[in-house]
């Protein structure tokens, strides 16, 4: 037994009886009987030295890559004069990344709530949305991913993460996403906000039509509903521009983020609202709180995650890399038709759907044995995704695409 072997016999053994024994199963199933001891660039590397080319990517955690230079560099320097605040005096860094996120966000969102995850980002912008209009209600979409708390999870659109906790939240519909004229007629004038990702990640990489957010935005206008759009996922540059939405130049009243916001380094999310909204949090700035929400580590993160999208050109890389990324599939696919259904995505938020989900697992599971990190989508397991880091070059690509070539032959000779 070498010492490596002893630390993942150790980590197992400690899953199964002190983490949870069904994650022992499934990341072994999926081919990792290994654990991961370091990272690095576009690398996950394990206990024995290998290294692994991630096309997870958190999933859309990394976009700066895995311990990205400058920002490891902000926040060793912060970690050194002050890592969480006070909250009682006012902290420069918290006031910083306010500003810069409302330099960066579409139109006149402006205020911004800073919390440590997705789930929290989106609990916060449904409660401001119900004090802000005074409604009850909301309309989400089926296979919708918000998160796991109760409202966020109210708001999701996946039985299997929602039956088990039952009740949830009241007054969710869940509309066909994509489908203007469904989300037409569920907005009513109880209809406090309007909630659904700008392209769906979890439920399968789903991109909607062109028209879909133009209508969804007037929908609510002229039911002076609000409109949340989550881009817990799909911000930070993932898709080719700062925000998907961006694409269709439309302005949410709310917008939340997370996952890339911190860089890959910090845990962290926030919502940002327009001016009006804020009125509520203003009157009382204790409605709505979070101890370590906007704590000055997090926030030199998100600093650090802002330069690096502007000065290392990384919604461009995302566009340029993504192009390539989606040509390489979509050839693939061809030659794999009796398997995959279909490519699809934007930038560098790919979805690969095949007719099988057992096929899409095996898959991974080969993927593994080639040395690349990817996983399926939570709310669609038919769908594998490719989320790598947006510094991935062009040459890392060839070799993802190599893989999954090789992946999909050794699939379908062990289904033979
Ligand atoms: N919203 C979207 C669109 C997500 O993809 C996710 C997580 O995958 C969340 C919210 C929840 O984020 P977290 O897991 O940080 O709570």
Redesign the pocket.
């Given at each position: 037994m070498t010492g490596a072997d002893d630390i993942i016999d150790l980590t197992f053994r400690r899953y199964e009886q002190y983490v949870n024994p069904g994650i022992a199963t499934l990341v072994k199933f999926m081919g990792f009987d290994t654990v991961e001891v370091a990272s690095e660039g576009c690398y996950i590397y394990d206990a024995d030295g290998n290294k692994y080319l991630d096309c997870w990517g958190g999933?859309?955690v990394f976009n700066m890559g895995h311990r990205p230079e400058r920002i490891i560099r902000r926040v060793a320097q912060q970690l050194e004069k002050m890592p969480l605040s006070s909250h009682i005096l006012a902290n420069p860094l918290t006031a910083e990344l306010a500003e810069r996120l409302a330099e960066v966000t579409p139109g006149s969102l402006q205020f911004s709530f800073f919390c440590n995850?997705?789930?929290?980002a989106?609990e916060g912008a449904l409660k401001a949305a119900r004090a802000h209009t005074g409604r009850p209600e909301f309309v989400s979409t089926q296979g919708g991913?918000?998160?796991?708390t109760f409202g966020?999870l109210s708001a999701s659109g996946r039985d299997v993460y929602r039956d088990p906790f039952q009740p949830l939240m009241a007054g969710f519909t869940h509309v066909p996403f994509g489908d203007a004229q469904a989300l037409a007629e569920a907005v009513t004038d109880k209809t406090a906000a309007v909630i659904f990702?700008p392209i769906q990640?979890?439920g399968g990489i789903v991109v909607p039509p062109d028209d879909y957010l133009p209508r969804a935005r007037e929908i609510c206008d002229e039911a002076g509903a609000l409109l949340i759009l989550?881009e817990?996922?799909?911000g930070f540059g993932r898709t080719g521009k700062w925000w998907a939405c961006d694409w269709a130049g439309v302005v949410p009243d709310i917008m939340?983020m997370?996952?890339a916001l911190g860089g890959g380094v910090m845990p962290m999310?926030a919502f940002i609202a327009r001016p009006e909204i804020w009125d509520i949090f203003a009157e009382n700035p204790y409605v709505h709180t979070s101890t370590f929400g906007g704590n000055p580590l997090a926030c030199s993160a998100g600093l650090g995650a802002i330069e690096s999208i502007e000065e290392d050109g990384l919604c461009e890389r995302a566009a340029e890399r993504g192009d390539q990324f989606m040509e390489g599939l979509s050839a693939i696919a061809a030659e794999f038709q009796d398997k995959i259904v279909e490519v699809r995505g934007r930038g560098l938020l790919i979805g690969v759907q095949f007719d099988d989900s057992d096929v899409a697992g095996l898959v991974i599971s080969a993927l593994a044995g080639e040395h690349i990190v990817a996983g399926y989508t939570?709310n669609n397991p038919k769908v594998i995704r490719f989320e790598p880091p947006l510094i991935i070059s062009a040459e890392q690509v060839e070799e993802a695409l190599a893989a999954f070539s090789q992946a999909l032959d050794n699939t379908a000779a062990l289904l033979q």
């Open positions: 999933p859309g995850s997705g789930a929290e989106v991913f918000h998160g796991k966020a990702e990640g979890e989550d817990v996922q799909t939340t997370g996952k999310g939570l």
